[in-house]
């Protein structure tokens, strides 16, 4: 149980389009999801808390204009890279975790976001 | 949250176990020790929690001293497979809240032949 799917796994775009993706909890409801950025050997970058029926909460320094984040169902959130250029290309990631009865944070399997 | 240090790699040779250690000198009460794995390309996964003493499952163990201000992650035997990047966490996880978890910089595991 407590699996969070990702899609999709990876994607090339243009530079000045904007991108969708998908992070779904497929046997539990997730009122607050989290996403995640990740460059090459480096750690994971917590980007900001999305919140089923409310806004997002955005870490500091992340632009929420630019990366668009929808909670509308308690089963699925989206984050939309907006207007993306190169330096948007990385690994993303999204986590949830069920109300109980699991331990710890289930992650997506993660978005391979290159801009060209 | 508490914020943790690990060492940046460690290297080891197939059949023998392998002890990471995290500090997190400043963990409160109510917090949670978390280690995940991370493999290139995927999401990282949970291996094991604990709040003291020792935990144990199917693919490690966890020690936890009595002042709780440390921990180690124990692998038996490790194998090719378990060259992946591990991270320990610390917070209030158990709480029905939603605590976001903030990663540290992990410990990359290389198991040689």
């Known amino acids: 149980g407590a699996v969070v799917s990702q899609h999709p796994s990876r994607v090339i775009c243009k530079s000045g389009t904007s991108v969708k993706i998908e992070c779904r909890s497929l046997?539990?409801?997730?009122?607050?999801m989290f996403w995640y950025r990740q460059f090459p050997k480096q750690s994971l970058m917590l980007m900001a808390t999305s919140n089923e029926g409310s806004k997002a909460t955005y870490e500091q320094g992340v632009e929420k204009d630019k990366f668009l984040i929808n909670h509308a169902s308690l089963t699925l959130s989206t984050l939309t890279v907006t207007s993306a250029h190169p330096e948007d290309s990385s690994f993303y990631i999204c986590?949830?975790?069920?109300?109980?009865?699991?331990?710890?944070?289930?992650f997506g399997s993660g978005t391979r976001l290159t801009v060209v | 949250l508490a914020k943790t240090t690990q060492p940046i790699s460690m290297d080891s040779y197939e059949g023998q176990e392998v002890n990471i250690t995290c500090s997190h000198n400043n963990i409160a009460t109510n917090d949670y020790i978390t280690w995940y794995q991370q493999f290139p390309s995927q999401g990282p996964r949970f291996i094991i929690q604990?709040?003291?003493t020792k935990v144990t499952n199917e693919v490690a163990s966890l020690f936890i001293p009595a002042d709780r201000k440390s921990s180690t992650l124990s692998l038996p035997r490790v194998s090719l497979s378990d060259t992946a990047v591990y991270y320990c966490l610390v917070g209030d996880t158990e709480n029905t809240g939603f605590q976001k978890l903030v990663f540290g910089t992990g410990t990359r595991l290389l198991v040689s032949p």
């Open positions: 986590s949830a975790r069920p109300q109980s009865g699991v331990y710890g944070y289930t």
């Open positions: 046997d539990f409801q997730a009122t607050t």
């Open positions: 604990g709040y003291k």
